[in-house]
Every structure is written in structure tokens, then in C-alpha cells.
């Protein structure tokens, strides 16, 4: 069992509650925690091929327009804000913070990254806290890491999906890709329409649950289980044989995995 995970996550948890306390406390001996946010907008002059998006507090919105360049409009402040640049096709969103003046975190007003209609770029999020919306849309690779927070994607479709999971939910409206990968440590992932011939689970606690295209008949199935429950049967390909159909391959130590089928 990876007991880094589970440690992880707990050690997160505990150090989120001591600030916390902190803030209070501070609040309550008359400390002025609110912070004056500017809005600036951002607009890519390369021709970017990818998205590299960090966020560590508040919210971030992804979405489509009906524009010619990709565009960002992010909060800024002395105790937090964001740094955008690009370098080799790659633009980047990421968060700048004074950690020890940083307190006016209520209040951070959302991040917004807008891609032009119709332009399939890879996507690759990295969230610590707060809340994340990608709306419906095509990507080319698209990568999610997770510490804590929740992350809401729409109807998108892929080349290929993975996310790796701390803690925090993770919600999908619709995933179409060849493969799709899902390590989690805690926390909940729930995909309410999974389109996948090849789908990986990695679960050391937490739940996770799947709605995949098409019937159970169409997958072989291949379940390492320590601990935790799975409702799938262990069904993998014949040993020595060049396999290339529909897998669904999941290790458990902990928690649930459940899987329905739409057929």
C-alpha cells in the first residue's frame, strides 16, 4: 500500500486547518484581512499549443469565445495573483503568493482563461485549492492534478485523459478519449459518461464511480485488490496473448470503485 498517499493527504488537511485558526484568530484581534484586487486581461501574441494552468486559491474558469487568441483575465494584488507568460508554444497561468500577507483568500475574484472557438489545444491543470469549471470542448491532451478542491469539467473529448488525485472531487460531465487514467489518494471522482477503450484506476482510498459507453461484455478486466470493493470481476486478457481489445485495468487498496455500463 502506498503510504505516502494516505499520509499526504491527512498532513494537507491539518496544515489547512492550522491556518485557518490562524486567520481567525488574527480576524478577532482586529487584523484588517481584506485585500484590493486589480483585473487585468492578457492576450497571447504565439501561436500556443498548449495550456499549462495552476491554481491555488479562489476560481478558475475555462471556456470558449468567439475570439481570434487565447486570453486570460486574472486578479492581481501585493498578497496574491498571477504571472502569465509564454514560451515555446506553451502559455501558463501561475499563482503568485506572499504566503505570510496572503489573507484576503475569501475574496479572490475568478480567473479566466478563454481559447478561441474551434482551436484543439493540450491542457494541463495543477489545482491546490479552490474551485475549477472547464466547459464543454475539444482538447488534445488533457492532464488534471489534484491536492484539494473541486474540479467540475463539462462534455469533452480528448486524445488522451489522466488525473492524479491527493484529495479534493473531481466531477465529469462526459470524457471521450482512447485512454483515460485515474490515480487517486482521497476524495471522490465521479465521470457520469466515460467513452474509453482503455481505462486505468489507481485507488488507495476514496471512491470513484463510472458510467462507461457500451456494455461490460466489450471490456476485459483485469482487478488487483488489497482492501476496498470493486464490482467488477477479474477478467483479464489470456496470459501471453497480444491483447489489443477494450481494458479496464483497476488497483485498489482502499475505498470503492463501482462501474455501471450504459448497455
Known sequence: ????????????????IGIVVFIIGLSMN??????????????SQEENTSLDLGLSAG?????????????????????FG?????????????????????FGWRHVPAVTVKIPRGKVVDLELDMSAGTATIADGEFGDFKTGMSA???????IECKKYSSE????????????CVSSSFDMSAGAITVNKLTSDYITVDLSAGSAYFTVAGSVNEYRTTVNKSAGSCNLPDNPPPPGSSYSGKLIDVDLSAGSVHFNFTD
Not at 1 to 16: D, E, F, H, N
Not at 149 to 154: D, E, P, Q, R, Y
Open 1 to 16: 500500500m502506498k503510504a505516502w498517499k494516505i499520509i499526504l493527504p491527512i498532513g494537507i488537511t491539518v496544515l489547512v
Open 30 to 43: 482586529g487584523w484588517d484581512l481584506t485585500v484590493e484586487y486589480t483585473m487585468n486581461t492578457y492576450v
Open 59 to 79: 476560481e478558475m474558469n475555462v471556456e470558449f469565445y468567439d475570439g481570434d487568441a487565447i486570453e486570460v483575465n486574472y486578479p492581481d494584488s501585493p498578497q
Open 82 to 102: 498571477y504571472t502569465v507568460s509564454e514560451s515555446k508554444g506553451t502559455l501558463s497561468v501561475t499563482p503568485k503568493t506572499n504566503f505570510f500577507l496572503w
Open 149 to 155: 478542491g473541486w474540479l467540475k469539467i463539462g462534455e
Open 165 to 176: 488525485n491527493s484529495a479534493g472531487n473531481l466531477e465529469v460531465g462526459a470524457l471521450k
